[in-house]
Structure formats: structure tokens, C-alpha cells
């Protein structure tokens, strides 16, 4: 089992980022430098994918222009002898081969991901969605694909996360198999806390077998009127081997305010440009307060 190809979800609504996200799509936002999604591709590449399709709708074009070359703004900048901004905005585009679809109508997360069918084919892939921003020492996704082709087995990423949270996320019925890897045998989407299996949760990152793509076509809507990929995991790791990975690195929901803010703060204390200023900076202000 190789995994080789990832489809990156990215046709969400973005409604808990408005009214910031009514025309510049969610994964285009800038965390410092560079958008969102680009930190999801860099991991996807660093975790030895090759092939990359964004699902994506008609307000998101914005992604395909910024992954494209752009010959008159190359030019001036080369002019201009701006070379570090010229490598920047050329290795953007030259990251992964990168494909796209549209979902045609916002039907939920296991709806975006049949959209794929086509691209996948027949092996595994990764799923890393468009707003879930990892940092972390070895790729994410690279620590799942190692456990899912050691078990030759779908694989979902996650971590514990407190009781009053896991009604926001799908919680694990899991056995231990080594250290930090687990067998799934059941899962539910947003349970309350006497539903919940276990308090691990489902966080962002995902290796399927194409199996799931019949089971999607067959799959009724679930939570909110909407097709879910969790609905779909479930029946999969009944009629296949799942593993789940609690994985090394931590995990921003860049799809909410307060995610993206820490987010913000966190890679920019990390960024050789900004760093010392910005600690600088939040001291005086923390004087302040
Ligand atoms: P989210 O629930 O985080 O995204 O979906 P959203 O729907 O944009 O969020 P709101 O409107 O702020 O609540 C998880 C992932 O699934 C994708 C999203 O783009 C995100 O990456 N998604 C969701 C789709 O691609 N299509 C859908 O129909 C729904």
C-alpha cells in the first residue's frame, strides 16, 4: 500500500469567519505570509504526496490563480532585482502537481470528498481539510501514512481533547495496538458527553481506501441535513481494518476566530521576520493589561 495522491476539502461556506470570508475563501486567508492552505500542501508534500486535488466551489477561484504562474508580476518583480519575492511566488506554484474540482452544491464534508472518485482511482489517499493547520516537528500526515501502510489499513489522526469539547468533533471507540496507534472499531459525529466513545477525537487528517466511495454514494444524510465523512468512516471501519494515530504536533482550526488568531500568534513568533518583534511587542502590551 502506497499512498500517493491527497484531496484537500475546500468547498465549506467558511460562515464562522464572516463577513471576512463572503468573497476571499477561508483558505486564502494570510496566516503571515502566506495563505492556509499552503502550510496543508507544504505538509502533504513533506509526507511524500505527489498529486493534490482541492474540491473547491464557485466563490474559490482564488486558489487556482494563486497556485498558477503570473508572468507580468514575475517580470516586474525580476526587474525590480526582488529576487526573494520572485523564488516565493514561483515555488508556490511550482509545490505539487495540483488538480481541482468543484462541489457543485454544499451538501457537507462526505459529499466534497466523493467528488474525488474520479482522481483516486483505485488506492489509498490522503484527506487533509482546508482550514486544519498542523505544526508540528515531522509532518502529520507522514505519521499517518506510516501507520496506515505498516497495518495496510485506513488511518484517521487524533488527540484527546476535554469533555465539553468533543461535542465539536467525531469521538473513536479505539484498543491499543504500539505506542500512539490505535484499532478503530466504531466512531460517532458530535456525541454528547454520555455518548462519546473515548475522548479522542478526529482532528483534520485522514488515509482512505477508495472503499469509502461506494459507501458515500450510499450514505443518507446525517448531522445537519448533511452528507458526513464521519457517517461514511463508520460502516468503513466496520467492514475494514481502521487504525487511528494520536499524533505528534498540534492542530489549529483555522475555520474559527479564535484558531486563527493563536494560529497567527504562534507561526509568527516562529518566523525569523517577525519573532523578536512580535515578543517584544506582546510583552509591552502585556504590561499594559
Ligand atoms: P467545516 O465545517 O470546518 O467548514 O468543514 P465550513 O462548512 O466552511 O464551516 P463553517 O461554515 O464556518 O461552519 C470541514 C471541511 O470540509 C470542507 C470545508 O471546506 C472544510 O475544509 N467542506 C465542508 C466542503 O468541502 N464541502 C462542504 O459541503 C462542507
Keep these: 500500500m502506497k499512498v500517493r495522491k491527497a484531496v484537500i476539502p475546500a468547498a465549506g461556506l467558511g460562515t464562522r469567519m464572516l463577513p471576512a470570508t463572503k468573497t476571499v ?10 495563505p492556509v492552505i ?4 507544504e505538509e502533504a508534500v513533506a509526507s511524500g504526496i505527489e498529486d493534490i486535488l482541492i474540491v473547491t466551489n464557485r466563490a474559490k477561484s482564488a486558489m487556482d490563480d494563486y497556485f498558477d504562474y503570473y508572468p507580468e508580476l514575475e517580470t516586474r518583480l525580476n526587474q525590480a532585482g526582488k529576487d526573494k519575492e520572485l523564488s516565493e511566488v514561483r515555488r508556490a506554484a511550482d509545490l505539487a502537481n495540483i488538480f481541482y474540482v468543484r462541489q457543485k452544491e454544499t451538501k457537507g464534508l462526505g459529499h466534497a470528498i466523493s467528488r474525488a472518485r474520479r482522481f483516486v482511482g ?9 482550514d486544519d493547520i498542523m505544526r508540528a516537528q515531522r509532518p502529520v500526515m507522514g505519521q499517518l501514512i506510516a501507520a496506515a ?9 487524533v488527540q484527546k481533547v476535554s469533555t465539553e469539547a468533543i461535542s465539536k468533533y467525531s469521538s473513536v471507540k479505539i484498543s491499543p495496538l504500539e505506542e500512539r496507534i490505535f484499532a478503530v472499531s466504531d466512531m460517532n459525529e458530535k456525541p454528547t458527553p454520555s455518548e462519546m466513545f473515548s475522548s479522542y ?3 483534520g487528517r485522514y488515509v482512505l481506501t477508495p472503499d469509502i466511495f461506494d459507501i458515500l454514494e450510499r450514505q443518507a444524510p446525517g448531522y445537519g ?3 458526513q465523512l464521519t457517517d461514511g468512516l463508520q460502516t468503513l471501519c466496520k467492514q475494514s481494518k481502521m487504525v487511528a494515530v494520536d499524533f505528534e504536533g498540534r492542530r489549529y482550526d483555522t475555520g474559527n476566530l479564535k484558531g486563527f488568531l493563536e494560529a497567527t500568534i504562534d507561526f509568527a513568533l516562529d518566523h525569523p521576520e517577525t519573532g ?14
Design 225 to 227: 441535513g448533511e452528507i
Design 38 to 41: 499552503q502550510y496543508i500542501i
Design 276 to 289: 523578536a518583534w512580535l515578543k517584544s511587542y506582546i510583552k509591552d502590551k502585556a504590561e499594559l493589561l
Design 25 to 34: 475563501p477561508k483558505e486564502m486567508l494570510p496566516m503571515v505570509d502566506k
Design 122 to 130: 483505485d488506492e489509498p489517499f490522503a484527506v487533509l481539510l482546508g
Design 149 to 157: 501502510e505498516k497495518y495496510g489499513a485506513s488511518c484517521v489522526g
Design 201 to 203: 477525537a478526529i482532528l
